[in-house]
């Protein structure tokens, strides 16, 4: 069983410009979520996808967007990148069932914005 | 507004000691409580969790105290060893199941 694999590990962007970070979920499961995690803070929802449709979304702005892919691996992308966008991304993937339920993060994606 | 409220923001035990990680939430909506380890350069890794229907979940050497009527958990981790030198954070989400809100999270470090 493969856990949650992110791509890439880091990233170098300038601002204004686009990016793409990719996420393959954990075997079996359905749901996907992405995290924002600035340097010394908890990790912030940005939105959850659930058999590629749009299950949540936290207080990101619409140039925060995403996909959801039939093999339920995910895309996370951002438009007009702005300083403050540099994190560390996670993605993280649950299995099928109702209500709260486990929550595994991959190793998550290094932004850098200049 | 921070909806976990995690303390103390670091911690230092030495190695056999207990490490307590508190943290308080006022959303009474939120049914599921876990915890995640995160060391540097990876993604957080789920620890141990608990939900309101239990006062108390004990794994190994990591247990969660749940006091409903005060809105407050806290992780205890006995005989602390250096390798339990990391990131921890608590975090809650309600039974809709798509959105955890996460403490600011907490350093330890365990010296030998």
């Known amino acids: 069983e493969t856990g949650v694999t992110q791509s890439p590990t880091h990233l170098i962007k300038t601002r204004g410009q686009q990016v793409t970070l990719r996420c393959s979920s954990q075997s079996g499961h359905n749901t996907v979520s992405w995290y924002q995690q600035a340097l010394g803070q908890g990790p912030q929802f940005i939105f959850q996808y659930y058999r590629e449709e749009e299950n949540g979304r936290g207080n990101f702005p619409p140039r925060f967007s995403g996909l959801q892919f039939p093999n339920y691996s995910s895309e996370l992308n951002v438009n007009a990148l702005e300083l403050d966008d540099s994190a560390l991304y996670l993605c993280?993937?649950?299995?099928?069932?109702?209500?709260?339920?486990?929550?595994?993060f991959g190793q998550g994606t290094r932004l850098t914005v200049v | 507004q921070q909806q976990v409220k995690q303390s103390p923001q670091s911690l230092i035990v030495q190695k056999g000691g207990i490490s307590i990680i508190n943290c308080a939430y006022e959303?009474?909506?939120?049914?599921?409580f876990p915890w995640y380890q995160q060391f540097p350069g990876k993604g957080p890794a789920l620890l141990i969790a608990i939900r309101p229907d239990v006062s108390e979940k004990k794994e190994g050497r990591f247990t969660i105290s749940f006091n409903k009527s005060a809105k407050q958990f806290s992780l205890h981790i006995m005989d602390s060893q250096p390798g339990d030198s990391a990131t921890y954070f608590c975090a809650a989400s309600q039974d809709t199941g798509n959105q955890f809100y996460f403490g600011t999270g907490t350093s330890l470090t365990v010296i030998p």
């Open positions: 993280a993937s649950s299995p099928p069932g109702w209500g709260a339920t486990e929550a595994f």
């Open positions: 959303n009474t909506a939120f049914d599921y």
